[in-house]
């Protein structure tokens, strides 16, 4: 009896201490100060019950369709917030206010359109992952100007462009990937600030050219992602920079040609690293630079015109199928 009593008065005191305090619908891991609320059928942020020293907290597969300042002033110490998944539409300014700590936010598969001005402010963030929601435009503001994010995930928005001011906070920046967007242009200079770029995705928008600087400063750049956009023509000195690339992807696109010299400063690229399939390729005399590319590297490269030499491998050409017409010339000129 004593002993039930003494047990009980225990126990009331560790639920006041807040010790065995969890949200209703969430897991609490106390030893790692870790909250997860998975696939549960929450539809507003659970702040009743969150231990105070929360560190990592994943809320995923809900229907919470907001977040504020307010919620996450009451865990201090978090660090990683896990959103993935939900149905936020917005975000309120200053979110971050209250969480100094907080290096990794992750807002995967939300339905978010417009952010406010300062959303991404006051924290130290590393990751901020932003994939997959409803965004039709970036904005300088979102972030202080001592941004300390390396991983910026913007990938699957509605996005047209990528605005160099959003660009210049980012000095630490290591990886970018703004695929499966809208993008037309990647405007002259504004990558230049990404001095630390290792990973850069820009495959599946719609790229029609590129500024011939546009690498000039990304010279720690070692993956290059082009693949399924519209690039006919691109400039001879566009890679000159990227020593240390290892692969580049530019399938899907609408190359005839490539200038004389585009690979040669790529030294680092991996076996099979580049890849240059399903592109218009026209197999005249102008495709001889690619044909000796390809005599030393293994790749594989159709031609898709003329008619007669379609789905012909390029490496496997001949001289004379390469430039008949200066065959032609040579002949004439004896
Ligand atoms: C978090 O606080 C609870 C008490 O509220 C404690 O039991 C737990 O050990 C703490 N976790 C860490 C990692 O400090
Ligand atoms: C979210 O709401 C929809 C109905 O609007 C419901 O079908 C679904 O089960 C809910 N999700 C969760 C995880 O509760
Ligand atoms: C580029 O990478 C190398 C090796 O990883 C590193 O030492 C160097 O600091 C990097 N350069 C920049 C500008 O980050
Ligand atoms: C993200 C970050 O480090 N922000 C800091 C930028 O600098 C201002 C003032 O120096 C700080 O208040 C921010 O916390």
Redesign the pocket.
């Known amino acids: 009896m004593n002993a039930w009593f003494t047990l009980a008065v225990l126990c009331l005191a560790c639920f006041c201490h807040g010790t065995l305090s969890c949200p209703a619908l969430c897991k609490c891991y106390s030893r790692r100060a870790e909250v997860v609320c998975n696939d549960v059928p929450l539809t507003e942020y659970p702040s009743e019950g969150l231990p105070r020293n929360t560190t990592l907290l994943t809320i995923q597969f809900t229907n919470i369709t907001t977040i504020t300042e307010r919620h996450l002033n009451d865990t201090p110490l978090l660090q990683g917030l896990h959103l993935f998944s939900n149905r936020l539409q917005s975000l309120s300014s200053h979110l971050l206010r209250g969480v100094s700590h907080l290096n990794t936010l992750d807002l995967t598969d939300n339905k978010l359109s417009h952010l406010p001005a300062d959303v991404f402010s006051h924290a130290p963030l590393h990751s901020l992952v932003l994939k997959n929601n409803l965004l039709d435009k970036a904005e300088a503001d979102w972030l202080s100007d001592n941004s300390s994010v390396t991983w910026l995930d913007l990938s699957g928005n509605l996005l047209t462009k990528i605005p160099a001011g959003l660009l210049q906070k980012l000095p630490l920046l ?1 990886n970018l990937d703004l695929a499966n967007n809208r993008l037309e242009k990647i405007s002259a200079k504004s990558l230049d600030p990404l ?2 770029l ?1 990973r850069l995705n820009l495959q599946d928008n719609k790229l029609n050219t590129l500024d011939m600087s546009i690498f000039q400063n990304t ?2 750049l070692t993956n290059l992602f082009l693949s399924r956009n519209k690039l006919q023509k691109l400039p001879q000195n566009l890679f000159q920079e990227l020593t ?1 690339l290892r692969h580049l992807s530019l399938d899907d696109n609408q190359l005839k040609h490539i200038p004389p010299g585009l690979l040669d400063q790529l030294v680092s690229l991996d076996e099979e690293g580049l890849d240059l399939t399903a592109n218009p390729w026209m197999c005249d005399g102008k495709i001889e630079y690619l044909w000796r590319w390809l005599q030393k590297n293994k790749n594989k490269v159709t031609c898709s015109a003329p008619e007669i030499l379609k789905n012909r491998q390029v490496v496997s050409l001949t001289d004379n199928e390469l430039s008949p017409k200066k065959k032609l010339d040579i002949i004439t000129n004896e």
């Open positions: 290591e001095t630390k290792e010279h720690n240390q």
